[in-house]
């Protein structure tokens, strides 16, 4: 077989996928009251498309939210204090 007859493939660059950003304190706290009672770190993450290991930086804003006060963790669910 002759090496120099065949073609090469082009090589391709794989993109890298969007990654959403991550959303406000506000965004965050305003789909809390919308969904109330059923809110968790999951359905936050679902409805912002936030996936993989830009869940960590969710976790931590929840995290500061709940020190601040702006909600509270009941059965590994979130509300707003006032919700309660």
Same mark, same amino acid.
């Given at each position: 077989?002759?090496?120099?007859?065949?073609?090469?493939? %082009?090589?391709?660059?794989?993109?890298? /996928?969007?990654?959403? +950003? *991550? /959303?406000?304190? +506000?965004q965050? *706290?305003? $789909?809390i009251?919308d969904?109330? !009672? +059923?809110? !968790? =770190?999951? %359905? @936050? #993450?679902?409805? $912002?498309g @936030?996936? &993989?290991?830009?869940? @960590? /930086?969710?976790? #931590?804003?929840? =995290? %500061?939210? #709940?020190a601040? &006060?702006?909600? +509270?963790?009941?059965?590994?669910?979130?509300?707003? /204090?006032?919700?309660?």
């Amino acid at each position: 077989m002759n090496q120099q007859n065949k073609a090469k493939p %082009e090589k391709t660059k794989r993109k890298k /996928p969007n990654r959403p +950003e *991550l /959303p406000s304190r +506000e965004q965050v *706290l305003a $789909f809390i009251a919308d969904h109330p !009672g +059923e809110t !968790g =770190k999951r %359905e @936050i #993450a679902r409805h $912002f498309g @936030i996936t &993989g290991a830009a869940r @960590i /930086p969710l976790k #931590a804003m929840l =995290k %500061e939210l #709940a020190a601040d &006060g702006a909600i +509270e963790s009941r059965h590994r669910r979130l509300k707003r /204090p006032s919700d309660i």
